[in-house]
């Protein structure tokens, strides 16, 4: 069964340091999500993207976040100067919005520690 | 604020006992209110319901919507361990994307032999 793969599964960094989180959605999919779960928290919804643009994005999502696709089948969060705060479990989602199911496809996550 | 609560918070029940899971929203233009299970990393999706009264059912599991008191439930019949996780409930508005979900907190049900 297709599915949405992250990498990497854990990343340790220090402060002030740049992350590179990636997804390969599944191929078919259109829309492309990033969430993001702080331990002992809810999920988050941090940015939405379609057609190689943001559609949407949460108050969360600053400048500090940018996401692209370099190619036809990676999708990245890149995180910049990353804070303690950053820590958090981040899961990558796609959708196939044609089917109309509402279902979003997660992947297994990317935990990152902010040392 | 958009927001969603479910209750209980944490649920330990023994196997073949039924559960009720609480989900309650308060959402501008709500659009559809969506079931996940979360057993160690991944949400897997369960149900979406969008209208009121109409039960989603697979298994052992259902669920019903009503939209007028703003609040949805998840029934899990004669509980197996493997029903261990957390289930979390998350509610769509309109306008946006259709990936912009607002999670409750989650409820981690516990199933013991």
């Known amino acids: 069964e297709p599915e949405v793969t992250q990498t990497p599964s854990h990343q340790v960094t220090q402060m002030g340091q740049e992350v590179i989180l990636r997804c390969v959605p599944i191929s078919n999919h259109l829309y492309f999500y990033w969430y993001r779960q702080i331990l002992g928290q809810k999920v988050e919804f941090l940015v939405s993207f379609y057609n190689n643009e943001i559609s949407e994005k949460s108050e969360i999502f600053d400048d500090q976040f940018s996401v692209e696709r370099p190619d036809g089948s990676n999708f990245t969060l890149k995180i910049r100067s990353t804070k303690l705060e950053d820590s958090a479990m981040y899961f990558c989602?796609?959708?196939?919005?044609?089917?109309?199911?509402?279902?979003?496809?997660f992947g297994e996550g990317s935990r990152l520690t902010v040392l | 604020e958009d927001k969603v609560v479910q209750s209980p918070l944490s649920l330990v029940v023994h196997e073949g006992d039924t559960v009720t899971l609480n989900c309650s929203y308060e959402v501008t233009n709500f659009r559809s209110l969506l079931w996940y299970k979360q057993e160690k990393k991944a949400p897997t999706f369960l149900f979406m319901l969008t209208s009121s009264g109409i039960e989603k059912k697979s298994g052992r599991l259902s669920s019903i919507l009503d939209k007028k008191e703003l609040f949805s439930i998840l029934n899990i019949t004669a509980t197996q361990t493997g029903d261990s996780a957390v289930y979390l409930c998350a509610v769509k508005g309109y306008g946006g994307s259709q990936g912009n979900l607002i999670f409750g907190k989650g409820t981690k049900l516990s199933v013991k032999p």
């Open positions: 989602a796609s959708s196939d919005n044609r089917r109309n199911t509402g279902e979003l496809f």
